[in-house]
């Protein structure tokens, strides 16, 4: 099969970090799906494990991709919830090849149907953003997706990146008082679109805008951007009792105890726990999915993609990879097979 994958760290402007090659067709395990890849998405964690390979390279070409929307080819003999034919959506799992491939295998487990008002190059935006924005508000944050937190106020550090602006659109859903940070003119009308109550820019102190609003203190936080940069500020805004999650890792050390008198909750939002870990809740992620699906077909969750490129090979996801880096990403980017 046809599959784009990447030998070492290499820059994404080297025509050899990411290669196109042929592999051989995987073969479903128990629980499996073989899918064949009609769309993929390119989230940072695809440039993060490439720049992570080994300069020498690596034993074997590493797939890349954990996001995709594709068709059912054949199932494992303990799968009960697809069969061949079915659209699906998934983010896959970090310890698995990924979708960068003609096909490619996924637990059913973590999967869902692909929203029937969405093509599959829509569709392709939703999944890994989708399950972090929701891990994120309704399970690290503890809100309430139908509505029983309403009128709380939640600042979304980051809010025009992929999954701020899944997160954006579930929040309002949810009937929260949405603050969401963008810093260009382009991706604060972005943010405005999708939904957010309130536009501040991360680029310049956060407590004094909040305050400008007449929000001083938000009762929850969600940080997409850079959880160290704004520490100081969570501490700050953050109500007595009120709960932050961040989902990039810190690049130096933060003072948890800055939280201990207000007895705030912190936790990591990480999409990928469930599947590296197996954990027994596994199937959670399925669900999840077909939530997000019904959002979407129902008109309430509209698809974050704005760009696409075409087809899915190595020249393509190279300047798929590339724009990524550039940090300035509104949106979700595909690279799709789709016509």
Known sequence: MRAVA???????????????????????????????????????????????????????????????AGVV????PAVRRFRAGDAVIFAGALNRPGTNSEFTLVDERITGRKPRSFSFTEAAALPLTGLAAWEALFERLGLDPDGGDAGRSLLLIGGAGGVGSIAIQLARQAGLTVIATASRPESQAWVRELGADFVIDHNAALPPQLAELGLPQVDAIANLHDTAAYWDAMAEVIRPQGAITALVSCNQPVNLDQLKNKSVRFAWEFMFTRS????????????????????????????????????????????????????????????????
Do not use: F, M
């Open 73 to 76: 080819e054949a199932v494992g």
């Open 6 to 68: 990447a030998i070492r760290s290499l820059p994404s402007n080297d025509p050899a970090c990411l290669i196109d090659l042929e592999l051989p067709l995987p073969v479903p395990g128990e629980h499996d799906l073989l899918v064949r890849v009609a769309a993929v998405s390119v989230n940072p964690i695809d440039t993060k494990v490439r720049a992570s390979l080994p300069a020498g390279g690596n034993p074997e070409p590493r797939v890349l991709g954990w996001d995709a």
């Open 276 to 339: 590296l870990y197996g954990t027994p809740d596994l199937a959670e992620q399925g669900t999840i999915l077909e939530a997000i699906a019904t959002l979407a077909d129902s008109g309430k969750l509209r698809s974050t993609l704005t760009s696409v490129l075409r087809p899915i090979d190595a020249a393509n996801l190279r300047r798929a990879h590339a724009q990524l880096e550039t940090g300035s990403t509104i949106g979700k980017l595909v690279v799709s097979n789709e016509s």
